[in-house]
């Protein structure tokens, strides 16, 4: 019956893959740099505390960020969880603004011991989002045989779509009574779409389209450990540690051009996914007050991207985050929702015309309600947060999340 459980949670998983990453949470001009948009793939839990996840061990939540987190869980249950998000964002330039909004299937995961000490988890996520569309006209001069030179308008278009997406796989093991170690498999995959167009006003001209693709085909590893601990009975501390090594990106690339040049090129050149490195705290007293700082660096300024090491940046983030808790033992409902709130600051791990931007941050805040007479979750949070700058290109965006985390006893027998 276990086995069965177990194989219809894999079953899920796998009939997921396709609408997960499949989808595109992003509809922003910065999304044309590097692989687009990186995703810290945090649940709504974490993601209402800033982003904090390093440290966090949670019995309500599956935390894929650490792998070594995975062992937390109950030697009898069984959790799934998945998550959904909506963002509106609103742009501005000198020029003027836009907004936009999008919605879509963030994650699905599952999580379940496989010993005392041993547990195993495994999901579907987005690695990265690339999603934009603009244009911009300008008028070109041409010389002719008259003393006035013809006027032609000129529209450069810019679009692209796709992302990476991973499957993960990861076993936790707790020693020692206070220590636990963590490892996660991902298989990547997807495909990056650019395309760029430049279009006449006049049919005397011929409009040039070129499409530059990146298809993803890559494993990788991450390797995580907590150390967690209690003293004077109200307070708990717990440390979490992340290290992934630089790997080289096996990828297809290729630039299409079709207008007045018609030919393919297929790009044999080198690309990496850069070594990532974190660390977190995370505190609770009493079993009420929970805080926690998240810090990670990403060497992006030491991977190739198209074969150089010129365009992007090392990558660092910090996240804060506090929850709180009424009363755990309370039998009222309203002493079991969880408060929370957050901040992170970061840095884009690309440049822009050889310059790198400025710092984004995001406030964040929302609640957990636990379903009653269950130990499932129901996670939300919001954030605000800011991309840019006004003199180039800013973005003002609000982010909504939700996810479920279903907690149910599945390894027991049944007495009559």
């Not at 590097?34 to 996840?53: C, K, L, P, T, Y």
């Not at 207008?259 to 790009?267: I, Q, R």
Request: net charge positive; hydrophobic share 35%; charged share 15%.
């Amino acid at each position: 019956m276990y086995n069965k459980k177990i194989l219809i949670a894999f079953l899920i998983l796998f009939l997921s893959m396709q609408d997960t990453s499949s989808q595109n949470n992003t509809n922003s001009p910065y999304t044309r740099f590097g692989f687009g948009e990186i995703n810290d793939n945090h649940n709504s839990e974490q993601r209402a505390m800033g982003g904090v996840a390093l440290g966090v061990r949670s019995v309500s939540s599956i935390n894929s960020i650490n792998p070594a987190s995975y062992s937390v869980v109950d030697s009898m249950t069984f959790m799934f969880d998945f998550g959904v998000s909506a963002l509106r964002s609103q742009f501005k330039d000198p020029s003027g603004k836009s907004s936009n909004f999008t919605a879509n299937l963030d994650y699905i995961t599952i999580q379940f011991p496989l010993s005392k000490n041993i547990a195993l988890s495994a999901g579907i996520q987005p690695y990265s989002f690339s999603g934009y569309n603009f244009y911009t006209t300008e008028i070109l001069t041409i010389p002719n045989n008259s003393n006035t030179p013809d006027s032609l308008n000129v529209t450069k278009s810019f679009t692209g779509s796709g992302g990476f997406s991973e499957v993960y796989m990861g076993l936790s093991i707790d020693f020692l009574q206070h220590w636990a170690l963590g490892v996660n498999a991902y298989y990547m995959f997807g495909t990056i779409n650019n395309y760029r167009n430049i279009s006449f006003s006049s049919t005397n001209y011929t409009s040039t389209t070129e499409l530059n693709y990146i298809e993803a085909n890559n494993f990788r590893f991450r390797y995580g450990m907590q150390y967690f601990t209690g003293f004077n009975k109200k307070n708990d501390l717990n440390i979490g540690l992340i290290f992934e090594p630089k790997k080289n990106f096996n990828v297809k690339s290729s630039k299409i051009n079709s207008g007045v040049l018609t030919d393919t090129t297929n790009y044999d050149t080198d690309f990496d996914l850069p070594m990532l490195l974190g660390g977190g705290i995370y505190y609770t007293y009493n079993k009420k007050l929970s805080l926690g700082i998240d810090y990670t660096f990403q060497n992006w300024a030491n991977t190739r991207f198209y074969g150089k090491t010129d365009s992007l940046v090392n990558r660092n983030k910090i996240s804060i985050g506090a929850e709180y808790l009424p009363n755990s033992s309370g039998r009222k409902y309203s002493d079991h929702i969880r408060y929370r709130l957050g901040l992170n600051v970061n840095n884009p791990y690309y440049k822009i015309d050889g310059k790198s931007l400025d710092n984004n941050f995001g406030i964040t805040f929302g609640i957990g309600l636990p379903l009653p007479y269950s130990r499932t979750m129901l996670n939300t949070s919001f954030e605000y947060g800011k991309i840019g700058n006004y003199s180039s290109l800013r973005e003002d965006y609000f982010k909504f999340t939700f996810n479920v985390c279903v907690n149910e006893n599945w390894f027991f027998k049944r007495k009559l």
